[in-house]
Nanobody
């Protein structure tokens, strides 16, 4: 069992940077792939980035490549999403999730979810 708690969201202007974090409790974090997903109002939840258990392999949604970086610290049971050059279309609730493979990009493939943190980017 893994419990996830996100933090670090907020309101920023376009072009700014923000880092969201997700702290996990439970003894399986270091063996789990982790993902960041987001959901904008009226839209389905979508994949943003994933990372394997070791932190060496990552996967990104095309529209965030070069702007977002996912990383993890297994010693702190924490996964991060560094977001640079934010755009208004990045506005959404951001969720972290724990799953079995970083190559999985569908929300249904992830077993555990946090409550989400709001990121709002103004133009």
């Amino acid at each position: 069992q893994v419990q996830l708690v996100e933090s670090g969201g907020g309101l920023v202007q376009a072009g700014a940077s923000l880092r969201v974090s997700c702290i996990a409790s439970g003894d399986t974090f270091s063996n789990s792939a982790m993902g960041w997903f987001r959901q904008a109002p009226g839209k389905e939840r979508e994949f943003v980035a994933t990372i394997d258990w070791s932190g060496r392999r990552t996967n990104y949604k095309d529209s965030v490549k070069g702007r977002f970086t996912i990383s993890r610290d297994n010693g702190k049971n924490t996964v991060y999403l560094q977001m640079n050059a934010l755009k208004p279309e990045d506005t959404a609730v951001y969720y972290c999730a724990a799953g079995r493979s970083f190559s999985h990009i569908m929300p249904n493939d992830y077993d555990y979810w946090g409550q989400g943190t709001q990121v709002t980017v103004s133009s």
